[in-house]
């Protein structure tokens, strides 16, 4: 992975699962902390743990600062995130409109709220 890349990750804690989508912003070498410099320029991370065994990645999901386990990363494709901010474009669209005149503006509109979530995610 690439600083700048769009990556997503399932997480857990105290019985609640969540799916994440953040950027990678900085790539940790084997064996350092990811609270050292030259990752000091983002909020340091609460009990990091111990350094990996591997390079891994600084992830900055929503504001927060995260360092996920590189075994559950996995990358976003483009296609994927263009095809989400089509589909808020779109959803801007018939909002703007307030009135559905055909079958096709309200599965558009249904199509759009489904995926609220995601684009949520994205900050858009």
Same mark, same amino acid.
């Given at each position: 992975?690439?600083?700048?890349?769009?990556?997503?990750?399932?997480?857990?804690?105290? /019985?609640? !699962?969540?799916?994440? *989508?953040?950027? &990678?912003?900085?790539? $940790?070498?084997?064996? +350092?902390?990811?609270?050292?410099?030259?990752?000091?320029?983002?909020?340091?991370?609460?009990?990091?743990?111990?350094?990996?065994?591997?390079?891994?990645?600084?992830?900055?999901?929503? /504001?927060? !600062?995260?360092?996920? *386990?590189?075994? &559950?990363?996995?990358? $976003?494709?483009?296609? +994927?995130?263009?095809?989400?901010?089509?589909?808020?474009?779109?959803?801007?669209?018939?909002?703007?409109?307030?009135?559905?005149?055909?079958?096709?503006?309200?599965?558009?509109?249904?199509?759009?709220?489904?995926?609220?979530?995601?684009?949520?995610?994205?900050?858009?």
């Amino acid at each position: 992975m690439q600083v700048g890349e769009m990556v997503t990750w399932t997480s857990q804690s105290q /019985g609640c !699962t969540k799916t994440k *989508r953040g950027e &990678v912003v900085a790539i $940790v070498p084997a064996g +350092e902390s990811p609270n050292r410099p030259p990752y000091i320029g983002y909020k340091p991370l609460v009990n990091p743990g111990m350094a990996r065994n591997h390079e891994s990645y600084i992830v900055v999901c929503k /504001g927060k !600062t995260y360092w996920p *386990r590189v075994s &559950v990363l996995e990358p $976003v494709g483009r296609s +994927e995130v263009t095809d989400l901010r089509d589909k808020l474009e779109r959803a801007r669209r018939l909002l703007s409109l307030l009135v559905i005149d055909s079958p096709e503006d309200l599965a558009d509109l249904e199509i759009v709220m489904k995926d609220a979530d995601t684009t949520r995610i994205l900050g858009e």
